[in-house]
């Protein structure tokens, strides 16, 4: 380039570009970048002929190796399904009872389905299906719509008061707040409620009252009803509580429990697994004799 003179300390010549006295030696490319150029070049041109490269409208030129990353998911994917744990499939394709029946496959669904429950149920629920204010314990077996797998698996499908169109639908009415009954009503009904699990005593009119307001739906033994989803009200176990200032509360402004579907977010299998699940812990409670009596 014109303009170079010869750098006096290098020898090299300057390009004759100069910034504020500093100027530019017109010194050649290193090796080293010309080294690392000529090898990817090679590298392209060595990798271009093993593998698939160039698109050619319908097909591309597919190398020596023929690597395809679509075959490779697929076989992937074949390996997967054919590895699949057996039990899956025996889950899958038994009945419940005869998996019951089979102590070995029940081994796998307490495992699997403990995870499950662990992920998707015990934040309501609890761990272990102990069950909390507001949401029933499982673990008791003290059942709103029955403890049958497949009735559980059911109300796992379609969820209670959810938005699924064939949802179990319940609700405990706000006799209070609706004026369904007076004050002094709700007391004595609350009074005979709590007479039913052996807590005080009720009295005729509390009965009568029962009778004529609950029975219903809870049933003429107030032992509750699987087709209303009304819970027993003559047992210890209690979805929001039985003490007088719970009761009042439950009677006042009703209770109407959401019991999230679960068809969309948990698979066929995971759902039968988790009815059969539910079913043992309730069974377990009962033959270990320790149940949630509280
Ligand atoms: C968002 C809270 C919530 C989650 C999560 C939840 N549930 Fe429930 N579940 C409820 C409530 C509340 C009820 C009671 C509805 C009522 O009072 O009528 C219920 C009721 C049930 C019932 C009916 C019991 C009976 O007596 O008939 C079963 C079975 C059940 N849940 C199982 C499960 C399982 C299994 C999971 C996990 C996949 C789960 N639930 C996740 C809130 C939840
Ligand atoms: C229309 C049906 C219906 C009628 C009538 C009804 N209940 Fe209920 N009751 C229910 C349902 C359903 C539940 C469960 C609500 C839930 O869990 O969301 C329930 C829940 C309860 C609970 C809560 C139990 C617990 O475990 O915490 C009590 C207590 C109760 N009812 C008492 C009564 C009394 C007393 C009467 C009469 C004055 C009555 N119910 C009338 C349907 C009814």
């Not at 003179?5 to 290098?10: F, L, N």
């Not at 307490?110 to 069950?131: E, P």
């Amino acid at each position: 380039m014109s303009g170079g003179e010869r750098d006096p300390i290098t020898g090299h010549m300057t390009t004759g570009h100069e910034w504020n006295g500093i100027r530019e030696l017109n010194t050649p490319v290193p090796r080293a970048v010309w080294f690392f150029l000529i090898t990817a070049f090679l590298f392209s041109l060595f990798w271009w002929v093993l593998m698939p490269a160039w698109p050619l409208g319908h097909t591309y030129t597919k190398g020596l190796l023929g690597i395809d990353q679509r075959q490779v998911v697929k076989d992937d994917l074949r390996r997967a399904t054919e590895n699949a744990p057996p039990w899956r499939s025996e889950v899958a394709g038994r009945e419940y009872a005869d998996i019951q029946n089979d102590p070995v496959l029940m081994q796998q669904v307490r495992r699997h389905g403990a995870v499950l429950f662990g992920d998707n149920c015990a934040g309501c629920h609890g761990q272990g299906g102990t069950g909390g204010p507001g949401f029933p314990a499982l673990a008791a077996g003290a059942w709103l719509w029955g403890g049958a797998p497949e009735v559980l698996a059911e109300t796992l499908r379609v969820g209670i008061n959810s938005d699924h169109p064939d949802t179990r639908v319940s609700q405990m009415p706000a006799f209070g707040r609706d004026q369904l009954l007076g004050r002094a009503d709700i007391l004595a009904v609350i009074a005979h409620v709590r007479s039913l699990s052996g807590t005080g005593s009720g009295s005729s009119a509390g009965s009568e009252l029962f009778a004529a307001n609950c029975a219903a739906c809870h049933g003429e033994d107030a032992k509750g009803m699987v087709e209303t989803g009304a819970p027993n009200l003559t047992d210890a176990t209690w979805i929001y509580g039985g003490n007088e200032q719970v009761l009042f509360t439950t009677l006042f402004y009703g209770r109407q429990g959401h019991m999230p579907r679960w068809d969309q977010r948990l698979s066929d299998l995971d759902r039968k697994v988790l009815a059969l699940y539910v079913a043992d812990l309730a069974a377990g409670a009962r033959e270990g004799g320790g149940h949630a009596d509280h």
